[in-house]
């Protein structure tokens, strides 16, 4: 293996935090856009979980979006993502546990018919009512593990009605996502790449 493996769906937020490590680390991978709808033999079986993003290394699989982050920036950490007060962790916990949950119940409703949206949309809501409280530009003094981690699942919740959004009493938090969204480091992840095929050749990221 010349280099780690990435199987990776752009849209997916869980992928995108593993690759803005990834390219802030600049450790080098070879990145494999799948569909999800279409995932090849090849990926299932390097995925215990069938789940992006997933990465194939020469000691292993490692297969959480937040463990590829750690891998990355264990090698490399030009920015200093990892140096963050602990408190850091108990943000992303709360964003990857009742944030998500509710995310999840609100912009895929009709999967969940016995769910009360309204109920789940004003979870959604509290999480962002505090990070409007604790963000100042960002969430600690500068960008840290914990903004990259969270935001692509913030910019995912915008986008169900970004008008309503944008219609909120959110000032801080709306900065916060639109300064990531005009980022070089966004935009590089974003890239769009055609679906892996066997035969393709290698594509390296970053």
């Excluded at 609100?106 to 409007?132: G, M």
Aim: with cysteine.
């Amino acid at each position: 293996m010349s280099a780690p493996v990435l199987w990776s769906f752009r849209r997916c937020p869980y992928a995108i935090r593993a690759r803005l490590a990834i390219r802030c680390s600049g450790v080098s991978v070879e990145l494999r856009e799948i569909l999800l709808r279409e995932k090849p033999a090849a990926f299932l079986a390097a995925s215990p979980s069938w789940t992006v993003p997933c990465l194939v290394t020469p000691d292993g699989v490692i297969d959480e979006s937040l463990d590829i982050m750690a891998w990355a920036l264990g090698q490399n950490d030009p920015e200093g993502w990892l140096d963050m007060p602990p408190e850091g962790m108990d943000w992303i916990a709360r964003c990857d546990g009742s944030f998500k949950h509710a995310l999840d119940r609100v912009k895929y409703a009709s999967r969940y018919p016995d769910q009360d949206r309204a109920a789940h949309l004003a979870t959604a809501c509290a999480f962002l009512d505090d990070l409007e409280a604790q963000l100042d530009g960002w969430i600690f003094a500068r960008p840290t593990l914990a903004d990259m981690a969270i935001l692509p699942f913030v910019r995912q919740f915008a986008f169900i009605d970004k008008g309503r959004f944008d219609a909120q009493p959110l000032p801080r938090v709306q900065h916060w996502l639109t300064q990531f969204l005009a980022s070089d480091g966004f935009a590089a992840v974003m890239h769009k790449n055609p679906p892996w095929q066997q035969d393709q050749p290698v594509l390296s990221f970053p």
